[in-house]
């Protein structure tokens, strides 16, 4: 029988839903099925792949996408484990189109019936948002309250908080719940500011669904084995625990998760204090990766997450346990690391306070980390004053001056006051077009000096994007979708036409994944047996590589990169070829060629550069 995707519908200003069905084999999944509805009705797609609910693990992540308030262009996000719920309702696919005319929240529930039952009731913003536990996590109280007791198996509820209403960067966030009780493991669709465009273009809240429907998921263990057996000559739990290591615990390194692994080995490639770390020698960095990091930030880490082994899986059953836990605050690199060193702060206790602050108003941690740091620097900096900002005092941004816990401490305070001030839109602060915009606004008044400290890239007319927080030239690449790791983020050097080479077959190989809800920290043999797996249950292997090089080409067709506007995403690519040639010893004639490059004529060099890592993206992601 001819295998379909099943799309609900629902319109959310009239409550109306439908049941579409796109033939497998046309469509594969959440990611080429949402690219096609977004074209159509510009709609918010939540689903997951055709795998959801097997035994292969991490293959129930839930995927979102759209076209992004914050970047501008097709967007990408997903969420841990919420896919396992999802799957209950016996689609594999929800597309949200129309606004509410109030804010409202989506019910769906599929208990033993043919139909799933839909329902959109209107939620006082302001009023939930200040109750219990505040912003987001209130809001998902708030749904749970409502109709948890409708639900006969646990739902799942989709939420978001005060920054999906002020700015572009709101987040959408979830908790595995467990015997009726919402757990503190939160997962996140941050990239991309999905949250915000469910709110503000949808006029949903929240979203709580759950249901009892029963497919005929693939949960044959000893064929699954045979196929992993005859790749890698190991049963398939052996191969995943073997590729997820890094995220559950290395012995070599005595840690574990993306905090851990990354900390203990950035050394002198370690960001802080807004970039400006790029400036420095070598062993000053070394002495701030050991002094703050090795012997602090880390070391905390350790003692209290990674020796109890407080950790945890994101609500699907997996090897990983990749929810790095201390009490209610999961430890994850890339928002400790924006929210963290970037923003000047190196101690878990003021982390926690600034990670979990941005957390409840339901901000892309990353995307307000820098931000936040760019804005610390202004004020330390002198280029804006407090009461421009709305906030009292100025963060510390020097080595000589700074105590670990102390003035992390007060680093962070500065931090929650800069959130509430954009959150609340006090002095100057105005995100809600965006801060690239917002950047500009600057500019035009005071100065390029006031966007030069901002590291962002650009897309189209408003659309920007922080960083992935490692220094490779990569994270800056002009690529379709920028912010996830549809680039390559390696540490080494590449001739940038490569790197663009490079980026092109990353992104292909992340949408392998994504377009099958698989977790890319299972990538270690997903990227390459979820065609196989295809090609056996489906027999549509090559129809399935064939469709991901269309996928991605027509992405990568509305791709809109911006020339780096800021000063310093020039110097974060110059600092990086220098640190090869002088800290790696790396004397390839290409990249000696580039620093005598930036050395003669810096502008011309970078814009060559940007062109040339241009230039092999688009030679690589051609339809045919």
Not at 51 to 58: E, V
Not at 458 to 473: D, F, I, L, S
Request: glycine share 10%; aromatic share 12%.
């Amino acid at each position: 029988m001819e295998t379909q995707l099943k799309v609900l519908f629902v319109h959310a200003g009239s409550a109306f839903y439908r049941v579409d069905r796109f033939k497998v084999g046309d469509f594969f999944g959440p990611v080429d099925l949402g690219l096609h509805l977004a074209g159509k009705y510009n709609s918010l797609n939540i689903g997951t792949g055709l795998l959801a609910g097997s035994i292969f693990p991490g293959a129930s992540r839930l995927i979102f996408n759209g076209f992004s308030p914050a970047w501008g262009g097709f967007y990408i996000s997903s969420m841990g484990g919420a896919g396992l719920v999802f799957d209950n309702l016996g689609i594999n696919l929800l597309s949200i189109v129309g606004k509410a005319p109030v804010p409202s929240i989506l019910y769906l529930n599929r208990d033993h019936a043919e139909e799933i039952d839909v329902e959109i009731v209107p939620v006082e913003l302001n009023r939930v948002w200040q109750e219990g536990r505040r912003g987001l996590y209130a809001m998902m109280d708030h749904a749970f309250t409502l109709f948890g007791e409708r639900y006969t198996t646990d739902p799942r509820i989709l939420a978001v908080g005060p920054a999906a209403r002020e700015t572009d960067i709101g987040a959408i966030a979830s908790v595995p719940i467990q015997r009726g009780r919402l757990s503190r493991v939160d997962t996140w669709a941050g990239r991309g500011g999905f949250g915000s465009k469910l709110l503000q273009q949808h006029g949903i809240a929240a979203v709580i669904y759950g249901g009892s429907f029963i497919d005929e998921d693939f949960r044959d263990r000893k064929v699954a084995d045979a196929w992993f057996v005859d790749k890698y000559q190991k049963k398939m739990a052996a191969k995943d625990i073997e590729s997820t290591t890094k995220y559950r615990f290395d012995p070599k390194l005595k840690t574990g998760g993306t905090f851990g692994v990354n900390y203990s080995t950035l050394a002198g490639r370690i960001l802080f204090f807004n970039y400006r770390s790029i400036y420095l020698q070598e062993q000053e960095r070394l002495d701030v990766h050991r002094k703050f990091i090795l012997d602090h930030y880390l070391r905390q880490f350790n003692e209290e997450t990674i020796e109890p082994k407080n950790q945890k899986h994101c609500g699907e059953p997996c090897a990983a346990v990749c929810k790095k836990m201390r009490g209610d605050f999961k430890k994850d690199y890339e928002p400790y690391q924006a929210l963290g060193p970037l923003s000047g702060v190196f101690d878990q206790r003021a982390a926690e306070k600034l990670n979990h602050h941005s957390d409840i108003y339901g901000f892309d941690a990353i995307s307000v980390g820098g931000v936040v740091a760019w804005l610390m620097e202004c004020l330390a900096e002198e280029h804006l004053s407090p009461d421009e900002l709305g906030v009292k005092g100025t963060p510390v941004f020097d080595l000589e001056a700074f105590d670990v816990e102390a003035t992390s401490m007060h680093n962070a305070d500065i931090g929650i006051q800069l959130l509430d001030a954009i959150i609340e839109k006090r002095g100057l602060l105005d995100l809600s077009q965006g801060a690239r915009k917002f950047a500009r606004h600057l500019c035009r008044t005071r100065g390029t000096q006031m966007r030069d400290g901002f590291v962002y890239t650009a897309y189209a007319r408003k659309g920007w994007m922080v960083p992935n927080q490692y220094w490779t030239p990569g994270v800056l690449s002009p690529m379709s979708i920028m912010g996830k790791y549809y680039m390559h983020y390696g540490k080494d050097f590449l001739p940038p036409r490569e790197l663009g080479r490079f980026d092109a077959k990353r992104l292909r190989g992340e949408l392998i994944m994504d377009n099958l809800g698989c977790c890319r920290f299972h990538r270690g043999w997903a990227e390459e047996m979820l065609p196989d797996i295809m090609g056996s249950l489906f027999d549509l292997r090559d129809e399935y590589l064939q469709n991901n090089h269309i996928t991605a080409s027509r992405i990568s067709s509305r791709n809109a990169s911006i020339y780096w506007e800021s000063g310093r995403n020039i110097d974060y690519i110059e600092t990086f070829l220098k640190r090869q040639r002088d800290v790696e010893g790396n004397s390839d004639p290409e990249l000696l060629k580039w620093i005598d490059r930036f050395a003669g004529d810096r502008e011309e060099a970078a814009l060559s550069y940007w062109y040339e890592i241009h230039k092999g993206i688009q030679e690589s992601l051609r339809e045919f």
